[in-house]
T-cell receptor, first 113, second 114 residues
């Protein structure tokens, strides 16, 4: 069975600092990997996704993520965090053709002024 | 184009009551699914559908029923609500065609069972 672990439940960074959110997955084949963001009281918005090809993927809002097969990881990064990035971030793994997503427990990001 | 809509936004039930959470989409997506979100557990799949007339169980299906009579609608029914079903429920859709494989989420329904 597939699973996703986000080791950090809460992270606090200063505005302008760099950010890395960790995601480790367990899956028997090459997974489809996703990062979603959820602002308070809102639904989930897709930040980026990896299916195949270049292991460094660019997303919206200046985010990027790198797929590392050897480490079973798909960490999310941003070079300079803005106060509006404060939200909860979810990593997810899935396959197509009927298999839905398995989500990690989420990482809540707080941004200090 | 409203995307994915969910009603109601908030609901309070007493133990044993029944209710239906509504989900509708206007994107003609084949795949629809229901997730519940609980603190520290991310989103967990309850039921999903790959097309009208076809449904299947996800990770946590007990206590919930679904049906898919049309492409647009995918209601989630709680036959006898329990406090353990207090959660935020999200409906999601996915277009089977193409390679994007992106899911689109509704705004959620916050359910409290007393």
């Amino acid at each position: 069975a597939q699973s996703v672990t986000q080791p950090d439940i809460h992270i606090t960074v200063s505005e302008g600092a760099s950010l890395e959110l960790r995601c480790n997955y367990s899956y028997g084949a090459t997974p489809y990997l996703f990062w979603y963001v959820q602002s308070p009281g809102q639904g989930l918005q897709l930040l980026l996704k990896y299916f195949s090809g270049d292991t460094l993927v660019q997303g919206i809002k200046g985010f990027e993520a790198e797929f590392k097969r050897s480490q079973s990881s798909f960490n999310l990064r941003k070079p300079s965090v803005h106060w509006s990035d404060a939200a909860e971030y979810f990593c997810a793994v899935g396959r197509s053709a009927g298999n839905m997503l398995t989500f990690g427990g989420g990482t809540r990001l707080m941004v200090k002024p | 184009n409203a995307g994915v809509t969910q009603t109601p936004k908030f609901q309070v039930l007493k133990t044993g009551q029944s209710m239906t959470l509504q989900c509708a989409q206007d994107m003609n997506h084949e795949y629809m699914s229901w997730y519940r979100q609980d603190p520290g557990m991310g989103l967990r799949l309850i039921h999903y559908s790959v097309g009208a007339g076809i449904t299947d169980q996800g990770e946590v299906p007990n206590g919930y029923n679904v049906s898919r009579s049309t492409t647009e609608d995918f209601p989630l029914r709680l036959l006898s609500a329990a406090p353990s079903q207090t959660s935020v429920y999200f409906c999601a859709t996915r277009n089977r065609a193409g390679s994007s494989d992106t899911q689109y989420f509704g705004p959620g329904t916050r359910l409290t069972v007393l």
